[in-house]
């Protein structure tokens, strides 16, 4: 069965520290992947996405993702943070099964100390 | 205007009672879904459609129905609401091909007493 594991729940770094958050998926062909931020009270924000080529995916808001084919992961990295970061981070994975549907990680809340 | 719209935003409401949560959307997709978000679990899927004629459960479809009114409208209820359906649910579109991303709704706070 399709699944996506984000093995940290929190992490906190200092403002303009670099940041990575870690995704690990299980599927059987090549995923749609994805990433989508959640700051508090509001909605998730899709922040970048793969679905093939270039496996050093941009997206918004300085971020940036790297699609490993051999470690099935898809870690999100910043190289600066800064204090409107935090918020919460979901690693999903569009998948086939029956029909198609957003699989997500169970997130990682981002801290970010002044 | 918001792409994706839910009614309520916020609701409380007593255990057995039914109650329905909307949503609409201004995206022409096809593809619409429902989640709910509970701390330390991420977001579970509830119910999906792919047309007014397609709909598919989820991962935890037990307690909930649904109903795809048009295209642009995708309805949840809780046939009678249990303490433990308290949570945050999201709707959201879908595109394909390229343009495959949920795009979601700003959530229904649903607390169950």
């Known amino acids: 069965a399709q699944s996506v594991t984000q093995p940290d729940i929190h992490i906190t770094v200092s403002e303009g520290a670099s940041l990575e958050l870690r995704c690990n998926y299980s599927?059987?062909?090549?995923?749609?992947l994805f990433w989508y931020v959640q700051s508090p009270g509001q909605g998730l924000q899709l922040l970048l996405k793969?679905?093939?080529?270039?496996?050093l995916v941009q997206g918004i808001k300085g971020f940036e993702a790297e699609f490993k084919r051999s470690q099935s992961s898809f870690n999100l990295r910043k190289p600066s943070v800064h204090w409107s970061d935090a918020a919460e981070y979901f690693c999903?994975?569009?998948?086939?099964?029956?029909?198609?549907?957003?699989?997500f990680g169970k997130g990682t809340r981002l801290l970010v100390k002044p | 205007d918001a792409d994706v719209t839910q009614t309520p935003r916020n609701r409380i409401t007593k255990t057995g009672k039914r109650i329905m949560l909307e949503c609409s959307q201004t995206?022409?997709?096809?593809?619409m879904y429902w989640y709910r978000q509970d701390p330390g679990l991420g977001l579970r899927l509830i119910y999906y459609s792919f047309d007014v004629k397609d709909i598919n459960k989820g991962e935890i479809s037990d307690g909930y129905s649904v109903s795809r009114q048009a295209q642009a409208k995708f309805s949840l209820s809780l046939e009678s609401a249990i303490p433990n359906q308290t949570a945050l649910y999201f709707c959201?579109?879908?595109?394909?091909?390229?343009?495959?991303?949920?795009?979601f709704g700003q959530g229904t706070r649903l607390t169950v007493v």
């Open positions: 995206k022409g997709h096809d593809r």
């Open positions: 793969y679905f093939s080529g270039d496996t």
């Open positions: 959201a579109t879908s595109g394909t091909g390229w343009s495959t991303e949920a795009f």
């Open positions: 599927y059987g062909a090549t995923p749609y």
């Open positions: 999903a994975v569009g998948a086939e099964g029956q029909g198609f549907s957003f699989i």
